[in-house]
């Protein structure tokens, strides 16, 4: 008798033999660490290919890329390059066809503040597995505003990517008549083409970069094509829903005490704005699930990171829960948070100062829910405590991507006066 394995039962297989050995050293590796601190080396995003988890992609501002085919265990790294330019604010994920996109800013003549044209649109360069090479890019529609602060999500099914950022009318001024809008647009056709952007906010900002900026938009798909973005404003968090990819509706899911924009020791700027995800597991006691998560601070319990959940497609929320722990005055900050497609699992990563003797003193956290976000189990991933500087400008964000239990933060760190970007490798037991 013959026995016939399906390709995707023989991934599986394979899969999970990688994992059974692989899992058995979680260890911190350094991706990459700059000449100095005056190198971007800073807000770093990954992606764990859904088709391969072996192949782990991730960049960091302003151009840099870093891909891996040992599932994240050594690393290649290169620059990329765009007619349109590559000015920072990078994202990256990867579809159900392995095929990886990188989102970044716009700098078309090459001379940043010195051109009227930076920040003119936003830029998608795509590239065919590891092998592959990027191309020049697609982009969004040119209007004469500025565009900032990106991110994408890609349809689990139907592979359409949905984007949504902040539109400027003038960036980083006070006048009082210029206005920032969160919009939205989609590619049908993976990332050749895009969609007139559309206003999807019904309040308008300022045009400061501050907490009275419309800022931090984080998009993701509903199990019923439901479009989702989450975004902060003065002082609150902010949930836009389109259950027919037309009408949106906003909705407000929590209070946002010190705003956005926060700062910590060593940290001019650590944003606590909202990351938006859904659970896609169908065997998920969750399935279906929409989870905001933000930083936060007070005087009385320093910095916190929060989750609110919903299983209306948004129409309510949970009271805020802590990812973070309760109780005591150390700071936890610049969160992100990811679920496992294949599990339903909830992970977070984070900055966190508890049991440390300098102010600066930091170290990175991964926390992990089985429960919806109910309770959390989380640990240390860092090796040794960095001490960054509040002159040196460590990023806007982290990071963090899963994908068939292979579960990949990705942090900046500064030692000395060098710069770096870091992962953990973190597998689940088959």
Known sequence: MSVKLSQF???????????????????????????????????????????????????????????????????????????????????????GNGRVYYFHLSDPEGTNWNSDQILDRMVCQTKDGPQGSFNNGSFTAVNGKKHDKEWAAIHPTKGTIALSWTQFDAYGTSDESCKSTILFSESEDGGQHWSEPVVITEQQGDCVDDDGTSEGAVPAYGIKNARYVGWALNGGIYFNRSLDGQHWEEIRVADQKDGWTQSYPGFNRANGMPVTVVDHCESSAYYGRVYVCWGDKDERNGGEIWISSSDDAGGTWSRPARVSPEGGSSDQFLPWVTVDPSSGHLYAVYYDRRDTEKDNETNTYLSKSVDGGQTWTEWQINDEPFFPVSTVFMGDYNHISAQNGVVRPIWTEMNGLKKSVWTYLHNETK
């Open 9 to 95: 039962s023989l991934f599986t297989l394979l899969l999970g033999a990688l994992l059974t050995s692989f899992n058995t050293s979680a260890q911190a590796v350094k991706i990459h660490e700059g000449p100095s601190f005056r190198s971007g080396i800073c807000e770093p995003s990954i992606s764990v290919d859904p088709t391969n988890p072996m192949n782990v992609y991730a960049a960091s501002i302003l151009d840099n890329f870093y891909q891996s085919t040992d599932g994240g265990i050594t690393w290649t790294q290169e620059k990329i390059s765009s007619p349109y330019g590559v000015w920072g604010d990078p994202c990256i994920i990867t579809d």
